[in-house]
């Protein structure tokens, strides 16, 4: 395990609640997004990833748009998607939207490909839920054979065949990194070794080591594929205040709304404190002062080999305030207190 892990920042641009209890526009809430990203480079984070929801409890359906004001205002940090559903998108569009970053930023774009756990943007793009696998499969397919450059070639069931000399805007260099988002199905795993792309875990629920086979299971995969490591990272919620105390109660009653509402939606029980409290001990909810979560980082970093931790730091109503505040501890406190556990 390197003390050079990676550690960046994850949000889909949940609906806020404002000064008066009520909850912000949409456009109130992008802007604040935008605002937290500039913080987040301001503090020396490595990564800033907006993600793709098409529904009223999420402001951002088009997260590369957000991510080209930021290419504008930040200086470092890499901008990316958390997660673009790739299997209701088109993926020529997809490509040139992210090096049309990938240029505005000086190369600092990223985007990570998934299914999706939510799915409105398929009725909403005119796909059937039948196809949910082989959009996804296909759409990748092509988009791979895209990142290799030069003319394509491909043919598939999902849109006419492309014979075509290159796609446009070319990319400059190495081109822009792409992951596999995968949720724990191991054919998402061996997938990604395929195509030697590097693998985001989303760890939301649950101890993160019980994670560690689908780990061993892609550096097998691309093992016996003669392939190199490749980088692996993971994304989990949580939210970091100035003591444990003040963490715990700050965010719980907006991750319970935010739970509660969709929980409804997918035949969850009741968040419980008692079961909140355990995720935080115990599983996925990195929730606490700097001290807490660095050491709990640092612990799944060492656990799962990872290159990367992205922590979604937004959760429902949560006002932008206490986001901002979160932020700065973050990449000030948090981040390095990582790194100096990991050297150690």
Request: hydrophobic share 40%; net charge negative; glycine share 10%.
């Amino acid at each position: 395990m390197s003390p050079s892990l990676e550690l960046g920042l994850d949000t889909f641009g949940d609906v806020t609640r404002g000064a008066d209890g009520a909850p912000k526009s949409h456009a109130a809430v992008i802007r604040d997004v935008v605002a937290e990203g500039v913080l987040a480079d301001e503090v020396g984070l490595d990564f800033f990833g907006v993600g793709e929801h098409h529904r009223a409890d999420f402001a951002v359906s088009a997260p590369e748009t957000v991510l080209a004001a930021l290419a504008a205002r930040t200086r470092r940090i890499r901008l990316g998607s958390a997660v673009t559903v790739l299997s209701s998108d088109d993926p020529i569009r997809v490509f040139q939207r992210f090096s049309t970053l990938d240029a505005l930023s000086e190369g600092r774009a990223e985007v990570i490909l998934g299914r999706g756990s939510f799915t409105e943007s398929f009725p909403l793009f005119g796909h059937p839920l039948d196809d949910y696998e082989r959009l996804f499969g296909e759409k990748l397919d092509l988009f791979a054979a895209l990142l290799k450059g030069g003319p394509i070639s491909w043919q598939g069931s999902v849109r006419p065949p492309l014979d075509v000399p290159g796609v446009f805007p070319a990319v400059e260099g190495a081109g822009f990194t792409t992951w596999i988002g995968v949720g724990g199905s191991p054919e998402s795993v061996v997938r990604a070794a395929r195509y030697g792309l590097p693998m985001m875990l989303a760890i939301i629920g649950g101890a993160p080591s019980r994670f560690r086979p689908y780990v061993d299971l892609f550096h097998r995969a691309l093992a016996e594929m003669g392939r190199e490591p490749l980088p692996l990272g993971v994304h989990s919620p949580g939210y970091v205040a100035d003591t444990d105390e003040a963490a715990r109660a700050e965010f719980f009653d907006d991750y319970r709304a935010m739970h509660a509402r969709i929980g409804a939606e997918r035949g969850w029980p009741p968040l419980e404190r008692s079961a909140f409290e355990r995720e935080v001990e115990q599983g996925s909810l990195y929730v606490g002062s700097p001290e807490t979560v660095a050491r709990k980082i640092a612990a799944t970093a060492s656990a799962l080999g990872l290159s990367r931790f992205d922590l979604k730091y937004s959760a429902g109503p949560l006002p932008h305030e206490r986001l901002m505040r979160c932020i700065e501890l973050y990449g000030r406190v948090v981040a390095p207190r990582v790194r100096e556990i990991l050297a150690g």
